[in-house]
């Protein structure tokens, strides 16, 4: 079984259209993230997110937003895309506290046309 | 975090010993030290972390200076599969919800 897994692993859409990335993980971790590799490869922390608290990047657009149904999920959706929303976007989730050790999915490649 | 520094690409042989450098001069007493990588379109894998012991996992380890302002990851036998990106990174050991910052990396590549 996948511990963190994504969806779409691909994404081609347009500019100005909405889209969702999926994130499911069955660690039990209480807390997930979102990271944006951009394609000079820098990984960015863009959300982390538990059941108490979402800590926002300020740099993210708030374009951007996450939305988490429940501890095992968080999807992030993305309004409006723009050109340089073309990135990998990595999931990943932590135990409670942060301990450090993240658990990333494969990622999603979005491009925007 | 504290930051990392690390050198930008590093060969080594099949078979050999990889010993990838990190200075962390700035790091504080109750921040440990991380090595993830990331191999070619995958997502970062965590490999091991340490505050002030020597460490040791089935994938690597990791040794730290007696004043904790540098660290050496040690893989010690590289393979064609080692080949990827290391992040070095530190951080306090409860950080809360706030993840990992990651910085450039080391590209290792593993010649045949």
């Known amino acids: 079984d996948t511990a963190v897994s994504q969806t779409p692993k691909y994404l081609v859409t347009q500019m100005g259209n909405d889209k969702s990335i999926k994130c499911e993980q069955n660690?039990?971790?209480?807390?997930m993230y979102w990271y944006k590799q951009d394609s000079k490869k820098f990984l960015k922390i863009m959300f982390s997110?538990?059941?108490?608290?979402?800590?926002i990047n300020e740099t993210v657009p708030n374009r951007f937003s996450p939305k988490s149904p429940d501890k095992a999920h968080l999807n992030l959706h993305i309004n409006s895309l723009e050109l340089g929303d073309s990135a990998v976007y990595f999931c990943?989730?932590?135990?409670?506290?942060?301990?450090?050790?993240?658990?990333f999915g494969e990622g999603s490649r979005l491009t925007v046309l | 975090d504290a930051k990392t520094t690390q050198p930008p690409s590093m060969d080594c042989a099949e078979g050999r010993a990889a010993n990838l450098p990190c200075n962390h001069s700035?790091?504080?007493?109750?921040?440990?030290v991380y090595w993830y990588r990331q191999i070619h379109s995958q997502g970062p894998q965590y490999i091991i972390h340490?505050?002030?012991n020597n460490e040791t996992n089935e994938m690597a380890s990791l040794i730290i200076t007696e004043d904790r302002k540098s660290s050496t990851l040690i893989l010690p036998h590289a393979t064609l599969r080692d080949t990827a990106v290391y992040y070095c990174?530190?951080?306090?050991?409860?950080?809360?919800?706030?993840?990992?910052?990651f910085g450039k990396g080391t590209h290792l590549i593993i010649q045949p």
């Open positions: 990174i530190v951080r306090p050991p409860r950080g809360g919800a706030d993840g990992l910052t």
């Open positions: 990943a989730s932590s135990q409670a506290g942060g301990a450090g050790e993240l658990f």
């Open positions: 660690l039990g971790h209480d807390t």
């Open positions: 700035t790091i504080s007493g109750n921040e440990y």
């Open positions: 997110y538990n059941n108490k608290e979402l800590i």
């Open positions: 340490g505050l002030k």
